[in-house]
Every structure is written in structure tokens, then in C-alpha cells.
DNA sequence: TCTCGGTTTAGACTCAGTCTAACCCACGTG
DNA sequence: CACGTGGGTTAGACTGAGTCTAAACCGAGA
């Protein structure tokens, strides 16, 4: 592996190549791994592995099954993604590495972001017994359809 | 499967017997269903169905796990019982059914209660997009050890 | 006693996720 | 060049939670 320069604080979101940020995590890329990274690190979809197999086989049809799941877990362990358990036997896979809650959409399962300055949490630095490391607010409900206009 | 008296009511919901409870639900009793609520109806430990399913064999050494099963699931859809998934592969059970956030132990996966009044959450109603039906705060941690007088 | 509906049961089945062991392949070495 | 080495990839076996099926069970009437 050749040097890398020092690295700078890379979440995903930020415009670099997809080998690039793999490098500066120390993942050795390759046509698998970038086919996979190209779609669930910057995907909002929150999608399962097997949503991710799916959609990397188009792009790569030889691709494997262990393959994906070795390679979001790779990219787990090496920070490049955080995998989240919302609902009943399915993990997602979230590039979005800032601090954010969810909403799940009860009717279709579909679940969306929403930006931690959108909502405020109080008393979790006094809350007794309990040395938080992290939270999140979980809502549930339907999207409203007022939309246009 | 002898009339039971309301003796020891340990939990908000449980001044009544466990056949009444049920009955009031419109789940038919049967020595299966009551030696499950016996348990589940009344635990803080959220277990999972094969902790049900192995407290419950104790007592009734010959119910199967598609009873408990089937019960755990005719107990939520009654709503006797809620069902969370705060972690993978791991569906559990919660007969706590007042609004509460959950605390999930990093270090051996237990859960505990947050009382509802122990955290506010602001601008919930405010969210643009979102039809909020519920919504918990979960929280990941360390217990705290401190425990003095 | 017989019938009938709901309940329980063992075991087959499904499906997400993991594991294994063979295979592939770029690279470095003699 | 041959060769060895060390990942990475792969198919398929395996695991474990949860569901489903079809038969057995059971208790309340007729
Ligand atoms: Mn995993
Ligand atoms: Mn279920
Ligand atoms: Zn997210
Ligand atoms: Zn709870």
C-alpha cells in the first residue's frame, strides 16, 4: 500500500471519487468494491443489502452476494457508512455519518432523514444512570400530502 | 389454571388477574396464553420471543415455540403487548404501552425504560413533510457505575 | 356421546445474514 | 518468465429468527 496523506475529517458527502475515499479509510479498492461504494455512499434510500445487491449487479452482473455484504461491512468497520435497525429484519445502510434522526413511513416502509437541527432533545446530559453515547429521535407516520404550490 | 385472586399487582396495568385482562382484550384464555402473560405482561426486561419461550417452558414444560409465537403476536395485535426493533435480528417484546423512550446498554445489549417525562422533544409537530403518529428517543450508552449512598 | 370451533403442536419452510474453502489475480522475486 | 504470496471474490453450505401447515387436541354445547 503506498503512503497516504494525512487525512482530513472525510465524510462521504464530500466530492471526492469514490477511490479516493476509499483509500483515505484504508480500503483497497477495487472494481467490486467501487461499484458498490458508487451507489450506497451517496444513495438517501437507506437501502437493505439486498437492495444494494440489486443495484450493483446492473452495473457489475458477476458480482456475489457475500461480496456486497463483505464489502458494506467493510465499509462499516471502517467508518465509511453507519448501518441502522429500524424495522423488523432489515438493517440499512446510511452514508450520512453526521448526527441525524429518522422518520419511517408506516404505509410504505420508506425511511427519511431528518436534520438533527430540526428537532431538540432536552435533559439527555441529566438523565440518571445513564452515560449517553448517542440518540436519535425515531418517528413514525405517513408523509403529508400537501406537496405543490 | 385455577381462579386466580389480584394478589401481588407489581405493574401499572396489572391490578387486575391475568384471565381478566385477556378477557377484557378479547383474547380467550387458555393455560398457554396465561402462563405467557404471566410473564410477558408483566416483565421490564423486553425480552425476545425465545426468552419468552424458555421462562415460559419452566412453568408449562410442554408449550411449543409456536405458541409462544402465535401468542406474542395475538398480543400485540390485541394490544396487550408492543413490539420493538432496537437492534439486529432481536424483535422485543414490551408490555409497557404508555409513550417511553428506550436506553439500549452498549456493553450487554439490555434495555431500560426512559420515562416519558424525563426527555421533551421540541418542533415534533412543527416537521415539514412529516405526519408524526408516534416517535421515541433512543438512546445508546455505558451505564453509569457511580452508585453512592 | 358426538360435533364443532378454536388452540396447540412438531416440523417444514423462508429469508437475512454468516461462514467456508476454493478460486482468481496483481504483484514481487529469483 | 515460473513461482509464491496475500488479498479479494465467489458459490454454496450453514445458522437462527420467524412463519406456515396440517394434524392432533380440547372444551363447550347439542
Ligand atoms: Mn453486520
Ligand atoms: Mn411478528
Ligand atoms: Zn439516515
Ligand atoms: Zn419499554
Redesign the interface.
Known sequence: MRPTKPTKPTTASSVLSEAELLERHGVLPSAQRLAIAQYVLRTDEHPSADQVFAKVKRALPMVSRATVYNTLNLFVDKGLLR?H?????K?VFDPNLAPHHH?ID?ETGAI?D?PWS???????DA?E????????????????KARST
Chains 1, 2 share one sequence.
Request: charged residues 20%; proline residues 0%; negative net charge.
Open positions: 448501518a435497525v429500524l424495522a423488523e429484519g438493517v422518520f408506516e427519511h431528518v430540526a428537532l431538540a432533545v432536552s435533559n439527555v438523565l444512570g445513564f452515560d449517553v453515547h448517542e440518540y436519535q429521535v425515531v418517528l413514525r407516520g405517513k408523509l403529508k
